[in-house]
């Protein structure tokens, strides 16, 4: 067994601690940007349809394009508009502004969301693991089962909140591909689908297989039992 390990987990969620928080900033500043120079992006990750005062902070609901509202919708009042233009009366400008040329809106309202979500998870089990493990005087072992199973799922968390974010910027500048200036349409080339889908699933495989290979690494690691507490962080 590994005498590394408390001390591994110690780091870890010491830096998650501190990076979560720092990363979320990060993000608020990033909107703050996007709104600047894409507003189209921001009203589609909010679901404002129409330009409007006050915009509501849409939790979750059905974004429906056919009729360009959010079905269901859960809002807190002027809270949009409070965060992105620091003014709970601020304007935000609406999809109807950029009818025909503003990207799908429900993959960006909810890529936005499981990006969102899956920072302020990270952020609530960083820190309340971080003060159980330091009230246990960071021996892994003595947390209960359930935090340390919430540790071990919360290893993708990552991956999957930098996926959706990327989806979030990439498929949110469609339908251009030089943001106000180029559109995608005007420049696919000639070749055919089929040569296309053929290089797309060969990068599929290599990166399943490199995914595979890390999750089995990692198994391998955090399958090593843990050491006893006279070891480790003293050792
Ligand atoms: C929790 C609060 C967060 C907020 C408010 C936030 C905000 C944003 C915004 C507004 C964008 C899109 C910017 C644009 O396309 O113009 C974005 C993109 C992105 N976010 Fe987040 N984010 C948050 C959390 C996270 C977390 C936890 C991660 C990863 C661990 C993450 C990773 C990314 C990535 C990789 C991009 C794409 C950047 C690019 O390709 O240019 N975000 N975020």
Do not use: C
Not at 58 to 77: C, K, M, Q, S
Not at 162 to 175: K, S
Request: proline share 7%.
């Amino acid at each position: 067994a590994s005498p590394a390990a408390p001390l591994v987990m110690r780091a870890a969620l010491s830096v998650a601690a501190v990076l979560v928080p720092l990363q979320i900033l990060a993000g608020d500043a990033h909107g703050l940007n996007t709104l600047q120079h894409q507003p189209q992006k921001i009203a589609a990750i909010e679901g404002v349809w129409h330009t409007e005062r006050g915009a509501p902070l849409v939790l979750f609901g059905l974004p429906d394009e056919a009729t360009r509202t959010t079905r269901h919708a859960v809002e807190i009042p002027r809270v949009a508009s409070l965060i992105l233009t620091h003014d709970a009366d601020g304007e935000l400008r609406g999809l109807n502004e950029f009818e025909g040329v503003h990207p799908p809106v429900a993959p960006l309202f909810w890529g936005f969301r499981v990006m969102v979500g899956v920072g302020l998870l990270m952020l609530a089990v960083s820190w309340l693991g971080w003060w159980q493990l330091r009230r246990v005087q960071w021996q892994p072992q003595r947390l209960p089962r359930w935090q340390l199973q919430a540790l071990r799922w919360m290893g993708f968390s990552g991956w999957v909140a930098t996926l959706a974010g990327w989806y979030v910027t990439e498929i949110g500048r469609q339908p251009y591909i030089v943001f106000g200036q180029l559109l995608t349409r005007d420049v696919v080339a000639s070749v055919p689908a089929s040569h296309v889908a053929l290089t797309l699933t060969g990068y599929l495989l290599v990166y399943a297989l490199l995914l595979s290979a890390y999750v089995m690494v990692l198994r391998y690691m955090s399958e090593k039992p843990l050491t006893s507490p006279t070891q480790g962080v003293h050792a």
